[in-house]
Structures are given as structure tokens and as C-alpha cells.
């Protein structure tokens, strides 16, 4: 018997096969869709995922301002973040980033599902979230993933 063959494949950079890949985030409930994008940067989908590797794909959010939540979160839910100074605590809706910056409601989901980590950093680098349907990424030949609601 050949030992060989038994042997366990590890990602790494050179053996990666990221592909890009674009999500539609019309109409999609902000959690769940987070998870899905959060595990295909993470590449748990893949059968040679590594956790301590950066094996995960490239993914394109388009329509992030077409984003949905359920029952009251869209006023109850805050997001607090600190300028630094005294008394610089700052608080905001989603309805209020929504309105000011559509797309940081999906990145900050997805980067709180990420590990915390610098590998969870250089995941976060491979999340490109966009407003409208258009992306800049064509070249890439991005094929579309579909999602469920």
C-alpha cells in the first residue's frame, strides 16, 4: 500500500485557486448573507481548506444599499465607534450609515465574522463591496454565485 497517497493537501499561496466570484446582495436578509460571504473569503467551501491560509476567493458584493434586516433593527440596531477623544463615543443606525455610506453596513457585518486576526485582515482585502450593479472588476471574469433568501 502506497502511504503516499494518503497524505493530507494543505493550502498555501502557491496552491490556492482563488477565483473571483460576485454576490447580489438585492433583497438578501444582512446576516445570513454575511456568513455566505464571510465563508467564501474564508474558503471553507473549498475541499482543501486550510485555517491557518489565506486560500479563500476574491468576492464582489454589488447592490449593497438594497440590503435588508428584519423587525426593528434598521433604528434599534447601533453602531458605536470612538474618535479618540473625550467624549467622542459616536453612535449610528443602519438606517443613518445606510443614507451616508451604503456599503459599510455589509462590510462591517463581514468583517465581524472574520477572524481577528492578520490573517482575517488580509481576507478583508479580498471583499469588495459596491453600490448599484456595476463593478470595476470585468477583467477578472468574475462568475456569479447565486444565494439563496
Known amino acids: 500500500m502506497d502511504t503516499r497517497s494518503y497524505k493530507t493537501v494543505l493550502a498555501n499561496d502557491a496552491t490556492a485557486n482563488k477565483q473571483w466570484l460576485v454576490i447580489d446582495a438585492a433583497d438578501q436578509t444582512l446576516g445570513r448573507f454575511s456568513s455566505k460571504v464571510a465563508s467564501l473569503l474564508r474558503g471553507k467551501h473549498k475541499t482543501n481548506f486550510t485555517p491557518h491560509s489565506d486560500a479563500g476567493d476574491y468576492v464582489i458584493v454589488v447592490n449593497a444599499e438594497k440590503i435588508k434586516l428584519t423587525g426593528k433593527k434598521m433604528t434599534d440596531k447601533v453602531y458605536i ?14 438606517a443613518e450609515l445606510l443614507g451616508r455610506k451604503p456599503i459599510a453596513v455589509v462590510e462591517k457585518a463581514v468583517k465581524g465574522m472574520l477572524p481577528k486576526t492578520k490573517l482575517g485582515a488580509e481576507m478583508y482585502r479580498n471583499l469588495h463591496v459596491y453600490v448599484g450593479a456595476e463593478h470595476p472588476h470585468q477583467a477578472q471574469n468574475p462568475k456569479k454565485v447565486a444565494t439563496s433568501k
Open 81 to 94: 465607534h470612538y474618535t479618540g477623544y473625550p467624549g467622542g463615543q459616536r453612535f449610528a443606525t443602519p
